[in-house]
């Protein structure tokens, strides 16, 4: 019988085929991954590859020469924007396209078609996708577009960058795929402006959401009005400022009468909502300082800049160097949209840290019935608009999520998501977000800025997320403004849940830009903002959301003291690591721990904290020992007060406010445990604390900082470790200038010497390519960790024939 | 000599598909050793180890080669997603013998046919 082996010969053949040709579980196709010809061997970069390209296309206008140096940073040499915007969206691609993508993707909630409706017990369905749908970044980009079109200049951008991306991915064969779309068995799609929207509004989302509001509310009903202002406070007595303390204001503009008070404030019945969603990482700030040539030793400003952001591989940033007869621009882009976003021309420079101002607050929404269809408004029943998410899931049917829209916004949160109660109840998100804003026109005109004048309307229309944008010239100006559109807010508006049957609960108007905190060439001769508050309560309008402290106190006493300071100063301050917290701190636990009552190895551990210099050097055990005792005696502290009966998670009050209330007044009400009988003084909470920490550091075998700590630069897909980098022995945390913590800190590092040449020092954790097979994935992750730079090298118009270039793309009019 | 010759088939069957992969599918290969079996009348056992051995024999120079020119940067990685160690070799070996697999029976199917019709 011939047949019987032809058919097993086929079948095991074809089978085979086509087994390795499917994701099996977690596994990519086997055979197709594993292929010289379309597998990940094809991203294996030869290191002595050559990124020389000679680029025809009819979209182009003229010619366009690409430098890349050494560290394969392109020096775009263009002669209009519309060839800038091109090349720009050509090499993003080129060099970073998965990120692109993947990250869009994350941000329009269509994870679900790469990963399928759940990953092991995550249910990326929920917890991701219907979540940014629902929270309207699709809607908010939406939005942006409209009025993005209306700017000439920015539609021309976007239109070019949109057909430079697609012009690479056009000469794209699947073989080529970046390997992430290899593991993940899936093709990249055509880019459009809605997907560089899309990144605008998940920086948006990372850097101005604030989702603590049900949270606070869960603790406000815990402890009360009272409590809550004490452990809420508007203002910290170490506060530091951005805008001096006692500064007076001359405003156009007064704050609205609110329209009820803490105390009345209308929050929901207890035991009614719990959610526990992923939020941004609270300290998504930065740090960014200018000081005047009046402080510097060559007269002229240094404007240095760090922003903090997860820690991730590929970077955030992309950088390079755009040059055309109107302006010569050098600093970080993000692959995802056009413009320099952070960095410098021949004139000015400017940097940015985040503002930390609350602009997402939450209503509750009345319905009339279960079909949601009316909600009550001001006393009158209104009627619900509808908007359809279809969420496509991959090997399952669609998900269609209808979300409800009102007044207010979307209904983020009601019966069908996120609420476990069963009364229906149901909030909107009021997201400033969602109104149209045009972001790219700040940066697009911040990249031709010549003077203060030119920064000023630049930022003037930046809407969202609040930024501090500080600038310096060439000319000796040095500035600073906190910009965004404000709402006007009466005090603790937006901290808790708010009625949203009320139309007195709203926003009531802008703050009127003008009105805006700023500082213009002050007589302290330097700004610097550290996501602190910008002012003391001189400014009458309520600024809400979480401020940072510490990072303020220690870079303005520094800047204070510092004279003829030069950039390498500057390399020392941003990297510096010392502990102002635990200066303040310290002595308080050294005054209050009974060294009788100590277990031996608290004893050890005390003597380490007695002797440590207050740096988080990356081989100090003190600042391992300190952060570990003081987490333990603020938990402790709090836990009692805080802990609800029903567990439903509250916000927990800052550092600093624990620290200054047991500063004050050692019997803090807080101390004493409620849940025992006995009353606990602070002298046996901070025994206890310690000898709590040392029986979990008694397993630890290296308690030096940086091995403890052990920073990482994680591939955007957490899991696939062998793509990070781990165990980076790096110094520095929170509430450091240096604010590395495991995987999230400085993301960029800039400092800008005003000078006639502009010298400028730069360095970031990663490399300019996405791609983990190739050589220039993570190069630069060694010198920053190690606190390096390096100089970045402003290319002019005859450097062609340099030995700096070691690659030229070429572009031209087809 | 068959199965030198239906080994050596295969072998510029595979590297062709190689040179042409912008346009052509990962499996093409196997089409590649399929053809090479039906072009050789053999034992089934033989065909398959023709077919193995050429697909392999190509997937593992090219693999090397791949490596090596990116000095172990990437199958480093790739070896410790899969969770076999850190020694890039072991990818090109995995590769060899994935490709092979295939090939093997891929070619014994065209042997089959040959001899069945």
């Given at each position: 019988m011939r047949v019987v082996p032809l058919l097993i010969a086929s079948v095991a053949t074809v089978g085979l085929i086509v087994a390795m040709n499917s994701s099996i579980g977690p596994l990519p196709?086997?055979?197709?991954?594993?292929?010289?010809?379309?597998?990940?061997?094809?991203?294996?970069?030869?290191?002595?590859?050559?990124?020389?390209?000679?680029?025809?296309?009819?979209?182009?206008?003229?010619?366009?020469?690409?430098?890349?140096?050494?560290?394969?940073?392109?020096?775009?040499?263009?002669?209009?924007?519309?060839?800038?915007?091109?090349?720009?969206?050509?090499?993003?691609?080129?060099?970073?396209?998965?990120?692109?993508?993947?990250?869009?993707?994350?941000?329009?909630?269509?994870?679900?078609?790469?990963?399928?409706?759940?990953?092991?017990?995550?249910s990326v369905l929920e917890l991701r996708d219907r979540k940014f749908r629902r929270m309207g970044m699709v809607y908010g980009a939406e939005q942006a577009l409209t009025k993005m079109k209306d700017d000439p200049e920015v539609e021309a951008a976007m239109n070019a960058y949109t057909a430079g991306v697609n012009a690479y991915l056009e000469q794209l064969s699947a073989d080529n795929y970046p390997v992430e779309y290899k593991l993940l068995n899936y093709a990249p799609e055509k880019w459009t402006n809605l997907k560089t929207a899309l990144f605008l509004k998940y920086m948006s989302y990372d850097l101005a959401a604030d989702l603590d509001d049900f949270e606070t509310t869960n603790l406000f009903q815990q402890v009360g009005a009272a409590n809550y202002k004490l452990m809420f406070p508007v203002n910290h007595d170490s506060l530091d400022p951005i805008l001096p303390k006692g500064t007076p204001f001359a405003l156009s503009s007064t704050p609205p009468v609110a329209a009820t008070t803490l105390d009345s404030m209308h929050t929901p019945a207890a035991g009614s909502v719990a959610y526990q969603l992923e939020k941004p990482d609270p300290d998504n700030g930065s740090n960014n300082w200018v000081v005047a040539g009046s402080k510097t030793q060559s007269g002229r400003p240094i404007l240095c800049n760090d922003p903090h952001l997860g820690l991730n591989l590929p970077s955030l940033w992309f950088e390079m160097q755009v040059h055309t007869p109107s302006y010569n621009a050098y600093g970080v882009s993000f692959p995802g949209t056009p413009a320099v976003i952070i960095g410098f021309n021949d004139s000015i420079s400017w940097g940015v840290t985040n503002a930390m101002r609350d602009v997402m607050d939450f209503y509750e929404v009345q319905f009339k019935d279960s079909t949601m269809n009316e909600y009550l408004y001001n006393g009158v029943w209104e009627k619900t608009k509808w908007r359809q998410e279809t969420i496509r899931i991959r090997g399952k049917a669609d998900y269609v999520d209808k979300i409800a829209m009102t007044h207010w916004g979307p209904v983020m949160f009601d019966a069908t998501y996120g609420s476990t109660a069963s009364d229906g109840r149901a909030y909107a998100i009021r997201w400033k977000a969602h109104d149209p804003s045009n972001e790219l026109h700040t940066f697009y005109r911040l990249n031709r800025a010549k003077n203060y004048s030119d920064y000023l309307d630049a930022i003037s229309t930046f809407s969202c997320p609040g930024q501090n944008f500080i600038f310096a010239s060439k000319s000796n100006d040095i500035a600073w403004w906190q910009q965004a559109d404000f709402p006007a807010k009466w005090r603790y508006q937006g901290d808790l849940l708010m009625n949203g049957t009320d139309s007195t609960n709203k926003w009531l108007f802008q703050i009127p830009q003008p009105d805006n905190i700023h500082m213009l060439n002050p007589e302290q001769g330097f700004v610097a903002t550290a996501n602190q508050l910008p002012a003391d309560t001189l400014y009458p309008f309520y600024l809400g959301g979480r401020h940072d402290m510490y990072r303020g106190v220690i870079i303005n006493r520094k800047l204070r003291a510092m004279n003829g300071?030069?950039?390498?100063?500057?390399?020392?301050?941003?990297?510096?690591?010392?502990?102002?917290?635990?200066?303040?701190?310290?002595?308080?636990?050294?005054?209050?721990?009974?060294?009788?009552?100590?277990?031996?190895?608290?004893?050890?551990?005390?003597?380490?904290?007695?002797?440590?210099?207050?740096?988080?050097?990356?081989?100090?055990?003190?600042?391992?020992?300190?952060?570990?005792?003081?987490?333990?005696?603020?938990?402790?502290?709090?836990?009692?007060?805080?802990?609800?009966?029903?567990?439903?998670?509250?916000?927990?009050?800052?550092?600093?406010?624990?620290?200054?209330?047991?500063?004050?007044?050692?019997?803090?009400?807080?101390?004493?445990?409620?849940?025992?009988?006995?009353?606990?003084?602070?002298?046996?909470?901070?025994?206890?604390?310690?000898?709590?920490?040392?029986?979990?550091?008694?397993?630890?075998?290296?308690?030096?900082?940086?091995?403890?700590?052990?920073?990482?630069?994680?591939?955007?897909?957490?899991?696939?470790?062998p793509f990070s980098r781990l165990n980076l022995n790096v110094g520095g945390g929170d509430k450091i200038i240096n604010a590395t913590k495991e995987d999230h800190g400085p993301s960029w590092r800039m400092i800008v010497h005003m000078t006639n040449e502009t010298e400028a020092y730069i360095v970031y954790p990663g490399g300019q390519s996405g791609n983990p097979g190739s050589k220039y994935y993570d190069t630069f992750v060694e010198s920053w960790a190690k606190g390096q730079y390096y100089k970045a090298w402003l290319m002019k118009s005859g450097d062609g024939q340099s030995d700096k270039v070691k690659w030229k793309m070429t572009f031209s009019k087809s | 000599m068959k199965f030198v010759a239906s080994f050596v088939l295969t072998a510029l069957f595979t590297y062709a598909t190689f040179l042409f992969s912008q346009a052509l599918p990962w499996w093409a290969f196997a089409v590649g050793a399929f053809v090479a079996g039906v072009s050789v009348s053999q034992k089934a056992f033989v065909a398959w180890l023709a077919g193995f051995a050429g697909v392999a024999l190509v997937w593992l120079v090219l693999t090397y080669m791949a490596n090596d020119a990116n000095e172990g940067v990437l199958a480093k990685r790739m070896v410790q997603v899969f969770k076999m160690g850190t020694s890039p070799v072991v990818m090109v070996l995995m590769s060899a013998l994935v490709g092979g697999l295939v090939g093997g029976f891929a070619c014994m199917t065209g042997t089959a046919l040959r001899r069945r019709v």
């Open positions: 196709p086997l055979g197709k991954i594993l292929s010289p010809s379309h597998g990940f061997w094809k991203n294996a970069e030869p290191v002595d590859m050559s990124y020389a390209l000679d680029i025809k296309s009819d979209m182009l206008q003229d010619k366009v020469e690409v430098y890349l140096d050494e560290r394969v940073v392109p020096h775009i040499f263009a002669q209009n924007d519309h060839d800038v915007a091109f090349v720009q969206g050509y090499l993003h691609a080129r060099f970073r396209l998965w990120q692109m993508e993947f990250q869009t993707h994350a941000a329009a909630g269509r994870l679900c078609e790469i990963f399928g409706e759940k990953v092991g017990e995550n300071i030069t950039p390498m100063d500057m390399q020392a301050m941003q990297t510096d690591n010392y502990n102002v917290f635990a200066e303040m701190a310290r002595p308080l636990l050294l005054n209050y721990v009974q060294e009788e009552k100590l277990e031996s190895y608290a004893k050890l551990l005390l003597d380490d904290v007695r002797r440590w210099n207050l740096r988080a050097d990356p081989d100090e055990k003190g600042q391992t020992i300190f952060t570990g005792w003081w987490r333990a005696l603020s938990d402790t502290i709090w836990k009692d007060n805080l802990v609800r009966p029903d567990k439903k998670p509250v916000v927990w009050p800052q550092d600093p406010t624990l620290l200054e209330a047991l500063l004050r007044d050692s019997a803090f009400y807080a101390v004493d445990n409620i849940a025992t009988p006995q009353k606990e003084t602070l002298l046996e909470m901070v025994t206890a604390s310690l000898n709590h920490t040392a029986e979990k550091l008694k397993t630890v075998p290296n308690l030096a900082w940086g091995a403890y700590k052990a920073t990482r630069v994680n591939h955007l897909l957490k899991t696939i470790t | -």
